[in-house]
Each structure stands twice: as structure tokens, then as C-alpha cells.
């Protein structure tokens, strides 16, 4: 059963709009939400993270917006660079219990 | 700051034969989680400790086992290996309490043949 989801697997951008990554999760109890980037050969990257008691969090280009009775979070990148291209994985996780569940990644290309 | 080492890179191994990796912490980290990551799965989560105890696993066979040591690095055991078993295997270490952001290392790639 997968708890995490992200429906899209691939996403291709122009370079200077916006990328919004989507990711959707069922357990209601998640209480704590990252997103990492990864590129090949490499460990995930840490960008962001959002606790429900929020519903937006900022850092530079990267936002993330966090819908709880739609249970569903995305990230926002304005504006893209074709650096950011890479595979984008949420995660969430339920306080006390130490374990992330992530989701299966959203593989972002921006063109220049 | 050092980040997270894990060793080896790259790994080949036969079916039935066990392996053992390792994953050394940033320094002042004491919480360790092991994910594996095959392609369409995303990262599958193993098993985390925390000052030499386990605090939660995943769900995997018992062929996946772990430990931690007082020196907070990490070892992850998988006996008698299975083709299925060739993955990406990532460790991550954080501060260890809740809200914690995990830094990952750059995983060992096993291959069984």
C-alpha cells in the first residue's frame, strides 16, 4: 500500500517558469513533509519541509504548500534552471515513529 | 562537517551468499535509517536506530537485519541474497528527534547475480 504518492513520473519545464511537483498521501496522521532532489549516482538532497501545523513554507525558490484536508502537498520552483533537473522525491512522516515514507519521485527536466 | 560515508560504492555478489555495509554518520548524528531503492519503487524504508536501538523497521524478511554501534555508525546485514535483493541501498542520519531533516549518503549499489 503505498502511502505516498506521486502520480507523475516525469515533468519537462522551460527554463525561468514555474515547476510544480504534486504529491499525494493517504495517511491521515503524517505530521511532517520533505521534499529531496536527487541526481544519478548520488544520495537524496534535502530542500524543504513543512510541518502540518503550516500550510506554506518558502525557501528562496522553493515553496511548499501543504493541503490537509485534500492531503496533498506540492513544490514549487520559480524560477527553473536547468540545474534543478533531476528526480524529486516527497516524504512524509508521523511524529514518534521515526520512519519516512517516501514516494516513488517526479523526474524534472528544464530546458534551456 | 563531513557528510554521510557509507562503504563500499558498488558491490557484486552471487545468490545465497550475505553482505554487510556500512554507513558512518555525519559527527553528532545518532539516528541512522537504511532505505533500498530499485527503480519504479522510490526508496523503501529498511529500518532506523537510534543510540544502538532499533526504533522502527520496515517491512522486510528478517534476511534484512541491522545494528548500530556506540560510536552511532551503522552496519546493514542481508543474508542468503535473492536476485530481487539488487538494488541501491542509502543510508541517511539526522539529529534523531522528531521533524528532523535525514542527509543521505550516496548509497552502495549491489548487484547479485
Known amino acids: 500500500d503505498q502511502q505516498v504518492k506521486q502520480n507523475s513520473p516525469s515533468l519537462s519545464v522551460q527554463e525561468g517558469r514555474i515547476s510544480i511537483l504534486n504529491c499525494d498521501y493517504t495517511n491521515s496522521m503524517f505530521d511532517y513533509f520533505l521534499w529531496y532532489k536527487k541526481y544519478p549516482a548520488e544520495g537524496p538532497t534535502f530542500l524543504i519541509s513543512i510541518s502540518s501545523i ?33 528526480v524529486y522525491f516527497c516524504a512524509a512522516s508521523e511524529g ?8 516513488t519521485g517526479t523526474r524534472l527536466k528544464v530546458l534551456a | 562537517k563531513a557528510g554521510v560515508t557509507q562503504t563500499p560504492r558498488y558491490l557484486i555478489k552471487t545468490r545465497g551468499q550475505q553482505v554487510t555495509l556500512s554507513c558512518s554518520p555525519i559527527s553528532g548524528h545518532r539516528s541512522v535509517s537504511w ?41 546493514m546485514n542481508v543474508s542468503t541474497l535473492e536476485l530481487g535483493d ?14 528532523n531533516e535525514q542527509f543521505f ?8 547475480l
Open chain 1, 54 to 86: 503550516k500550510d506554506k513554507n518558502e525557501d528562496g525558490r522553493f515553496t511548499v504548500f501543504l493541503n490537509k484536508s485534500a492531503k496533498h502537498l506540492s513544490l514549487h520552483i520559480v524560477p527553473s534552471q536547468p540545474g534543478d533537473s533531476a
Open chain 1, 96 to 103: 514518534g515513529t521515526y520512519k519516512y515514507i517516501f514516494g
Open chain 2, 35 to 75: 532505505y533500498q531503492q530499485t527503480p519504479g519503487q522510490g526508496l523503501q524504508f529498511l529500518f532506523e536506530y537510534f543510540s544502538e536501538t532499533q526504533r522502527n523497521k520496515g517491512n522486510f524478511p528478517g534476511r534484512f537485519s541491522g545494528r548500530q554501534f556506540s560510536n552511532s555508525r551503522s552496519e
Open chain 2, 86 to 99: 539488487s538494488a541501491l541501498y542509502l543510508c541517511a542520519s539526522s539529529l534523531g528527534g522528531d521533524y
Open chain 2, 105 to 112: 549518503g550516496p548509497g552502495t549499489r549491489l548487484t547479485v
